[in-house]
């Protein structure tokens, strides 16, 4: 069980470079989520998924793109990159079940340079 | 919308001292609120969570956190502290289908 996987690790892009960060999961989870860390700012969702088929922006879904065709990808596009998507990249999954907000499992991250 | 309040940014403690992180929240009913942390280069893993119930929950690796209504607040704890510990803290709260993270609380260990 490999839990949420993220690809690239790293990867650094020129701007108006595009490109898809990959993530997936193998619990079965309905619920998966694209968060962006930057320093001292915690946490900010970008895109989330409620399942297959099913989008929703976030707080921060400027120069994103997401799609959910199946329910264990759920990747992240970027169209033309720019130097304030320097970021560290999070995927994350969650069942939810009864109505509970349950935890989330993070993917180890990507972080991307825009230069 | 909910929001989630770290006081500190950074915290040092010395090993084998005790600990406490803050947390507030907003939220009008019972939060779902969780604890997460993050080793350098690491993703998030879950220490705790809060649903219902016992207001003191335990959590892995020896942390424990209290919730309390009056203060609108979920403080993390742990006795004794380990070098392993430093990490950067999170606290979250569930807001529908999502989380509402704080800023993080960078913890160091002085030996």
């Known amino acids: 069980n490999a839990g949420v996987t993220q690809t690239p690790k790293f990867r650094i892009l020129k701007i108006g470079q595009s490109m898809t960060l990959q993530c997936a999961q193998d619990m079965n989870h309905n619920y998966m989520y694209w968060y962006r860390q930057d320093p001292g700012m915690g946490l900010k969702l970008i895109y989330y998924s ?10 921060v879904p400027n120069g994103y793109n997401v799609s959910r065709s ?5 990747p992240l596009r970027l169209e033309l990159a720019a130097p304030s998507q320097t970021s560290v990249y999070f995927c994350a999954s969650s069942k939810k079940t009864s109505g509970v907000v349950n935890e989330q499992f993070f993917g180890p991250g990507t972080r991307l340079t825009v230069l | 919308a909910q929001s989630v309040t770290q006081p500190d940014i950074h915290i040092t403690v010395s090993e084998g001292a005790s600990l406490e992180l803050r947390c507030n929240y907003s939220y009008g009913a019972t939060p779902y ?7 350098p280069g690491q993703g998030l893993q879950l220490l705790l969570k809060y649903f ?3 207001t003191l929950v335990q959590g892995i690796k020896g942390f424990e956190a209290e919730f309390k209504r009056s203060q609108s607040s979920f403080n993390l704890r742990k006795p004794s502290v380990h070098w392993s510990d430093a990490a950067e803290y999170f606290c979250a709260v569930g807001e529908g289908n999502k989380l509402v993270f704080g800023a993080g609380t960078i913890l160091r260990v002085k030996s």
Do not use: C, H, N, P
């Not at chain 1, 409620?50 to 707080?59: P, S």
């Not at chain 1, 199946?70 to 759920?74: I, K, Q, W």
């Open chain 1, 50 to 59: 409620v399942g297959a088929g099913i989008t929703d922006k976030g707080e």
């Open chain 2, 52 to 54: 219902s119930g016992d």
């Open chain 2, 33 to 39: 609120l969780f604890w997460y942390v993050q080793s």
């Open chain 1, 70 to 74: 199946t329910t264990e990808d759920f």
